[in-house]
C-alpha cells in the first residue's frame, strides 16, 4: 500500500473504533468489559484475513481494545457469611443452580 492509502485507512479504523465506543457507552451503556469484549471477534477475523490469507490488511485492527477493568469483589459481612453458611431453610428455597453457586461462593471465602 502506499503511504496516502495506508493514512485514509488508518484515519477510517480509527474513526470507526472511536464511533464504535461511542455507540456502546453512550447509546447502549455498556460496561468497559463489554465494549472490549465486543472488539475481539473483529481482531480475530483481521488477524485471519493478515495471517490465513495472506491479504496485506495493515495493522489498523491493533488499535481495537477497550480499557479493561478488573470485576469488584464481592464482599460480605461475617454476619452474612454466617447466614449463608448456617441458614438451612434459606438454602432449601434457592433452586439447585443458585445452591450450587452459594457452596462455591463459601468455601471461596471459608479458604480465604
Not at 447502549?28 to 481482531?43: C, L, V
Request: charged residues 20%.
Amino acid at each position: 500500500m502506499t503511504v496516502p492509502v495506508i493514512r485514509t485507512e488508518q484515519r477510517y479504523w480509527k474513526k470507526f473504533f472511536n464511533g464504535y465506543c461511542k455507540f456502546l457507552y453512550n447509546e447502549k451503556g455498556h460496561s468497559d468489559n463489554f465494549a472490549a469484549s465486543t472488539f475481539k471477534p473483529i481482531k480475530a477475523f483481521f488477524n485471519f484475513l493478515k495471517t490465513e490469507k495472506a491479504l496485506s490488511i495493515g495493522d489498523f485492527h491493533l488499535i481495537f481494545r477497550g480499557p479493561q477493568q478488573q470485576p469488584l469483589p464481592i464482599v460480605l459481612l461475617p454476619e452474612q457469611l454466617q447466614f449463608l453458611i448456617n441458614n438451612k431453610s434459606f438454602e432449601q428455597q434457592l433452586p439447585r443452580h443458585l445452591q450450587r453457586t452459594k457452596d462455591l461462593l463459601c468455601s471461596v471465602a471459608v479458604l480465604a
